[in-house]
């Protein structure tokens, strides 16, 4: 079932990338070295002192835990975060600070040890408006960090910087020479912070006394201790306010995602490690290196977030409301969900394994069941599997004796809309194969409504198939086409079913053949899960003679042509994206096996062949066949059923026949309206008289329902059933008459 929520939490867009991860304090490194890389310093500064606390002391004794996780260091070095942090720093001694209002809490906290650790809490407390007295029994405050100032590893400057943030602080008192041995009055809680060795006084969090790793020596480890610093107060915090002590989270960040180095140019380090604080130049250059560590591979790999422009957590915050509509709320991923073109890259890319192929096909459906989803934009495509399916294109062509079927070629829907003599030729070469073993099966296997989210429809499809199968003996189904073969490895498992081109390659085998010349096999994105598949095309096209050169998208990375998922009428500007990207890809021909490809590559002009047309056909004589318009795509099925049923050796010819000029019916073809549409719309105003005549022009405008879609037509009748078309358009509406 599903379930956005988790989703929206699974998906790691913006989870901190390796260096912040693995940073004990959480320094936001993505957002500092940009605002380094554009010169903006003291807003880097800004972003690296809230979290380092201290920035001059974590700028000297940090261990780098950061350039150890950095995905850079495996291509050429790391980034150099410490020297740009002490440029930073550096910058910073050159600006007077900004004073800021904090209101008062009118609560205290003792804090007790000035070292690391109590100096970090006491000014992070003071900051969120609590009054704190550090209590320090020594003379000075800074405890173990003194000895990093005289072995060279800290400069004074920085500890006295940090002293003096303290001092200046409205609200924390220093009190040195004060020791503190027993509980003292007056506070909401107490923090001992002494470091190693007994604590004065016994933690008891139940009265407010609370204390930190006592036994962790601050010089081996500075980094943990501002870490625990940040713990312990919204421990204190969650105290003073609920009176009840909270354990702080175990553990920090964890980074999930490593970017890919594929086409990352090397560049060394424009700083070197332990050099001084680099110059402005040096430190941009080094921030130029950064990789901004950020998983963004669904939207890399998909057209539809890029072009809608969301991030895919606010794409399934926008689903979810979709789904769970209110007043306030509607729809706002309705055409979001009815743009995904099934393609599935998205999920293989994700660390997360979100797939927005399942997402959006679970939110068509839900929608469909509830009657939200605008089953007009679906229309045509229902209708024309509804016609695959219907008396004047499906076939059921089964041998002489029907026993003696072992194998049924279903070639699907559009094979023969494209070409009734792909599925000629295929029938024909697998009955010289296997005389009087094989039959075939037109039809569609129901992935429009599948697409669509009707699965009432879809099981229908699939019904009409079982059926035929179990009618032949159960025989092995052969399948040109990739989405077929999806549609039964999801849907018909129970039915023994191969590629055709799997089948043809185990029985074509190599053989001599002369060059043909160079092109790309654009695998359809339904054929990544079908690898044999893959494998035996490039085996059927290089015996045919044809060198192969990848395209950048291919295999198991395989990308849509654009028909997937139908959102051409959900979207006509992402499809034709989409179309165009497929077809410029490659500079080569392309040669293709799913025949909605190579239609869609013809419409783009890309020089594309069907490998049935290099298996039967001339095949350089049809790189650049153009893609048959809809009239034609349903008069080939026809075509073909005519052709193979004896009893139906031609076709009738309609009684209304349309004159259309080519530029109109390129115009019909975008708006998809077909010829049996304007027909219908003809025949029935002329039936009816329910027409408008047009006195100036002689041109009648007649309207008509079919289905969820109303169409018009403006024509002529020129005598003898004939009809000349100036226009025609379509509705998502009924007209209630």
């Given at each position: 079932?599903?379930?956005?929520?988790?989703?929206?939490?699974?998906?790691?867009?913006?989870?901190?990338?390796?260096?912040?991860?693995?940073?004990?304090?959480?320094?936001?490194?993505?957002?500092?070295?940009?605002?380094?890389?554009?010169?903006?310093?003291?807003a880097a500064y800004k972003v690296y002192a809230k979290s380092a606390i201290f920035p001059g002391i974590v700028c000297h004794l940090c261990p780098r835990p950061c350039e150890q996780a950095c995905p850079r260091g495996e291509l050429d070095q790391s980034i150099r975060l410490l020297e740009l942090e002490k440029f930073l720093w550096r910058q910073s001694q050159q600006e007077s600070p900004r004073p800021f209002f904090i209101p008062d809490?009118?609560?205290?906290?003792?804090?007790?040890?000035?070292?690391?650790?109590?100096?970090?809490?006491?000014?992070?407390?003071?900051?969120?408006?609590?009054?704190?007295?550090?209590?320090?029994?020594?003379?000075?405050?800074?405890?173990?960090?003194?000895?990093?100032?005289?072995?060279?590893?800290?400069?004074?400057?920085?500890?006295?910087?940090?002293?003096?943030?303290?001092?200046?602080?409205?609200?924390?008192?220093?009190?040195?020479?004060?020791?503190?041995?027993?509980?003292?009055?007056?506070?909401?809680?107490?923090?001992?912070?002494?470091?190693?060795?007994?604590?004065?006084?016994?933690?008891?969090?139940?009265?407010?006394?609370?204390?930190?790793?006592?036994?962790?020596?601050?010089?081996?480890?500075?980094?943990?201790?501002?870490?625990?610093?940040?713990?312990?107060?919204?421990?204190?915090?969650?105290f003073i306010k609920v009176g009840r002590a909270e354990p702080a989270a175990e553990g920090g960040a964890v980074a999930t995602f490593r970017p890919s180095l594929a086409g990352v140019e090397r560049a060394p380090a424009a700083v070197e490690r332990g050099a001084?604080?680099?110059?402005?130049?040096?430190?941009?250059?080094e921030a130029a290196r950064c990789l901004r560590c950020t998983c963004s591979n669904c939207v890399d790999v998909c057209e539809m977030l890029q072009f809608y422009g969301k991030s895919p957590k606010k794409t399934i915050e926008d689903l979810s409301d979709t789904l769970n509509k209110t007043p306030l709320v509607q729809k706002t991923a309705l055409r979001q969900i009815m743009s995904c073109t099934q393609c599935g890259l998205c999920s293989d890319v994700c660390p997360a394994g979100i797939d927005f192929k399942a997402v959006c096909l679970e939110s068509r459906g839900l929608l469909q069941g509830l009657g939200q989803l605008p089953g007009a934009?679906?229309?045509?495509?229902?209708?024309?599997?509804?016609?695959?399916?219907?008396?004047?294109?499906?076939?059921?062509?089964?041998?002489?004796?029907?026993?003696?079927?072992?194998?049924?070629?279903?070639?699907?829907?559009?094979l023969a809309a494209s070409d009734p003599g792909y599925v000629t030729a295929a029938y024909g070469w697998l009955e010289g194969e296997l005389p009087g073993a094989a039959a075939l099966l037109t039809g569609c296997c129901g992935a429009p409504a599948?697409?669509?989210?009707?699965?009432?429809?879809?099981?229908?499809?699939?019904?009409?198939?079982?059926?035929?199968?179990?009618?032949?003996?159960?025989?092995?189904?052969?399948?040109?086409?990739?989405?077929?073969?999806?549609?039964?490895?999801?849907?018909?498992?129970?039915?023994?079913?191969?590629?055709?081109?799997?089948?043809?390659?185990?029985?074509?085998?190599?053989?001599?053949?002369?060059?043909?010349?160079?092109?790309?096999?654009?695998?359809?994105?339904?054929?990544?899960?079908?690898?044999?598949?893959?494998?035996?095309?490039?085996?059927?096209?290089?015996?045919?003679?044809?060198?192969?050169e990848e395209l950048p998208q291919a295999r198991e990375t395989a990308a849509c042509c654009g028909h997937g998922g139908l959102i051409y009428t959900t979207s006509a500007e992402l499809y034709g994206r989409v179309r165009s990207g497929a077809a410029g890809a490659g500079d080569r021909p392309y040669l293709t096996y799913c025949v909605n490809c190579r239609d869609s590559f013809a419409a783009e002009g890309k020089p594309a062949i069907h490998l049935l047309d290099a298996l039967f056909f001339p095949a350089q004589e049809r790189f650049m066949r153009p893609a048959p318009d809809l009239s034609a795509r349903r008069d080939n099925r026809r075509r073909l059923k005519n052709q193979l049923v004896k009893e139906r050796p031609h076709m009738d010819s309609p009684d209304i026949r349309l004159?259309?000029?080519?530029?109109?019916?390129?115009?019909?073809?975008?708006?998809?309206?077909?010829?049996?549409?304007?027909?219908?719309?003809?025949?029935?105003?002329?039936?009816?008289?329910?027409?408008?005549?047009?006195?100036?022009t002689g041109h009648y405008t007649a309207h008509a329902a079919q289905g969820r879609v109303t169409f018009w037509a403006e024509y002529e009748p020129l005598g003898a059933g004939v009809y000349r078309l100036y226009d025609a358009y379509a509705h998502r509406m009924v007209i209630e008459e």
């Open positions: 079932m599903l379930d956005p929520h988790k989703l929206a939490r699974d998906c790691i867009m913006d989870a901190p990338p390796p260096c912040s991860a693995a940073c004990p304090i959480g320094v936001d490194v993505r957002d500092l070295v940009e605002r380094i890389r554009i010169g903006s310093h003291s809490k009118k609560k205290r906290v003792l804090v007790i040890g000035a070292g690391l650790a109590g100096m970090a809490i006491a000014l992070k407390l003071a900051q969120r408006g609590y009054f704190v007295t550090l209590a320090e029994q020594s003379p000075r405050a800074g405890g173990a960090l003194w000895a990093a100032v005289e072995d060279g590893r800290l400069p004074t400057e920085a500890l006295q910087e940090a002293i003096a943030a303290l001092e200046a602080h409205r609200f924390i008192e220093l009190a040195l020479n004060r020791p503190v041995t027993g509980p003292v009055e007056g506070y909401n809680a107490t923090l001992i912070c002494t470091g190693p060795g007994t604590p004065p006084l016994a933690p008891d969090p139940a009265r407010g006394l609370f204390a930190t790793g006592g036994a962790r020596d601050p010089m081996q480890d500075v980094m943990a201790c501002l870490r625990e610093a940040n713990d312990m107060l919204h421990v204190v915090e969650g001084p604080a680099p110059t402005a130049e040096q430190a941009a250059a934009l679906y229309d045509y495509w229902l209708e024309d599997m509804a016609f695959s399916n219907g008396e004047e294109a499906a076939l059921l062509l089964a041998p002489a004796r029907p026993d003696d079927t072992r194998y049924l070629l279903f070639p699907g829907c559009q599948y697409w669509a989210g009707d699965r009432a429809l879809h099981e229908g499809a699939l019904a009409r198939i079982r059926a035929a199968w179990e009618a032949l003996g159960r025989p092995t189904l052969l399948l040109p086409c990739p989405t077929c073969l999806e549609m039964f490895s999801l849907h018909l498992k129970e039915l023994p079913a191969l590629s055709l081109w799997s089948f043809m390659a185990e029985r074509m085998g190599p053989a001599p053949a002369p060059a043909r010349g160079v092109v790309s096999v654009f695998d359809p994105c339904s054929s990544k899960y079908a690898p044999a598949t893959q494998e035996a095309v490039r085996a059927l096209a290089e015996g045919l003679g044809y060198a192969l004159e259309i000029d080519p530029a109109l019916r390129a115009t019909l073809n975008r708006r998809l309206i077909h010829e049996d549409n304007l027909r219908a719309v003809i025949g029935a105003a002329e039936a009816s008289g329910k027409k408008v005549l047009d006195g100036a």
